[in-house]
């Protein structure tokens, strides 16, 4: 079966990594995206993320090594939006006792020589850290809900996780627009609504 996702290495002359406080060694920048072809099929694009590019990551960048051991883990797919923009999955690893939500930016971004493609790269959020953030969304949301509903697409509440932006606004309903490493994608409402209640039940 010919496949449809194209995986372009990104040549740099060095690439860079953020270690947080577990150790985790995340890619960032340039180094972290991986680009495909112009013509595939987003739905596809996204099945092949979800399902085997994730995993891919996890095994890489959160596992790590796993040298003679034999290490298991789960991962669960839980919402991608009609757009394939935003990707989030779930992940457990007691092996190595880390768990949380895994989020796949899929959308234009720039290569190393400036050309903009469609690409996608993860992001590790722990577990608790990422149900903080879902339910902080939700709450700013209720809170500033008659602001964004008085001037639709114009009234913008904007926070930020670590290096995550997010601007939330009202255009025919909730949105909320992610800035993430040269990404902007919207996540939509449905998409958001199923991660957060997904996450919740996956981890209980």
Known sequence: MKRI????????QQYSYAQNTEEILIPVGLAALSFVAADADKKEVAKEISQFRSKEYIMNYIIGPAGENEIKFETESLASDNSAGLISVAFNCSEVNEKGLLLAFFGNNKDANG??????????????????????????????KDYMKDENDVNNVYIEYEDIKFILYRDGGDK????????EVIWERTAFDRTKRRLDRWFN
């Open 5 to 12: 996702l194209i995986i372009v290495l990104l040549i740099v």
């Open 115 to 144: 050309n903009i493609g469609t690409a996608y790269g993860f992001r590790y959020i722990p577990l608790n850290e990422a149900q903080q953030l879902l339910r902080r969304i939700n709450k700013v949301k209720e809170k500033h």
């Open 176 to 183: 909320v627009r992610v800035f993430w490493n040269g990404f």
